[in-house]
C-alpha cells in the first residue's frame, strides 16, 4: 500500500486555477473511479470536496472539479481565494476493501 | 448534530494496549460503514482499517494487521478501534470517519481526532 503521489507544493495568485495530480497505479486509482479528495486546515480534521473522482459533496463551492486519466487523478481549484490555501489530500480505493492516500500538497495562494 | 466523537488517546508505552472509542450522533449510525485513519505529525492521513455497518466484515492496513482490532456496538452507536503492540511508529492522530452511502471508499464525516503517543 505505497502512498499516492502528489506534488509537495503548488501555488496560484487570486482568482487564477490550479492544478493538482494525484499519481497511482492500475491498482488504485486507475483501477477504479473511487478517487475522492481532501481539505485540511492544519489542526483540523480533512474535509471532503470530491468523490468517485468527479462528484461534489453539497456545499462544495463548484470551483472544485476533480477528473482522472489513467493512473493518474486531478484536482483542479478555479477562481483560487484565499481561503482555499490548504493542504489537499487525494485517496483511493485499493482492491481487497483498503485504501490508500495521497501524500500531500500545500496549496498557496500568493 | 450530526458528528463524530474520537476519546481514549493518551501516551503509552512500547509494547502497550489502547482502545479508541468513537461516539456518533445525529445519523442512523447502524447503516454507515465506518473507518479509522491516522496522521502522524507533519505527514498525510494514512488509512488503517474499515468496518461493515453490521460488522461483519472487516478489513485493516497491512502495517496494523494482527495488532489492531476494529469493531462497533450498535446499539451504543460507538465504534472502537483496540490497539495492541503498539510502536513508536503508531504515533498519531487518530481519526474515525464515515464512509458514504454509495460505498465507494470516500470519507464523508470525520471526527475531531484523538492523539495516541507511543514512547517511553
Known amino acids: 500500500q505505497s502512498a499516492l503521489t502528489q506534488p509537495p507544493s503548488a501555488s496560484g495568485s487570486p482568482g487564477q486555477s490550479v492544478t493538482i495530480s494525484c499519481s497511482g497505479t492500475?491498482?488504485?486509482?486507475?483501477?477504479?473511479?473511487?478517487v475522492s479528495w481532501y481539505q485540511q486546515y492544519p489542526g483540523k480534521a480533512p474535509k471532503l470536496m470530491i468523490y468517485?473522482?468527479?462528484k461534489r459533496p453539497s456545499g462544495v463551492p463548484d470551483r472544485f472539479s476533480g477528473s482522472k486519466s489513467g493512473n493518474t487523478a486531478s484536482l483542479t481549484v478555479s477562481g483560487l481565494q484565499a481561503e482555499d490555501e490548504a493542504d489537499y489530500y487525494c485517496?483511493?480505493?485499493?482492491?481487497?476493501?483498503?485504501?490508500?492516500f495521497g501524500t500531500g500538497t500545500k496549496v498557496t495562494v500568493l | 448534530e450530526v458528528q463524530l466523537v474520537e476519546s481514549g488517546g493518551g501516551l503509552v508505552q512500547p509494547g502497550g494496549s489502547l482502545r479508541l472509542s468513537c461516539a456518533a450522533s445525529g445519523f442512523t449510525f447502524r447503516t454507515y460503514w465506518m473507518h479509522w485513519v491516522r496522521q502522524a505529525p507533519g505527514q498525510g492521513p494514512v488509512w488503517v482499517s474499515r468496518i461493515k455497518n453490521d460488522g461483519d466484515i472487516t478489513s485493516y492496513a497491512d502495517s496494523v494487521k494482527g495488532r489492531f482490532t476494529i469493531s462497533r456496538d450498535n446499539a451504543k452507536n460507538t465504534l472502537y478501534l483496540q490497539m495492541n503492540s503498539l510502536r513508536a511508529e503508531d504515533t498519531a492522530v487518530y481519526f474515525c470517519a464515515r464512509e458514504g452511502p454509495t460505498l465507494t471508499f470516500h470519507f464523508d464525516l470525520w471526527g475531531r481526532g484523538t492523539l495516541v503517543t507511543v514512547s517511553s
Open positions: 485517496s483511493s480505493y485499493a482492491g481487497r476493501n483498503m485504501g490508500v
Open positions: 492500475s491498482s488504485d486509482v486507475g483501477g477504479y473511479n473511487y
Open positions: 468517485e473522482v468527479t
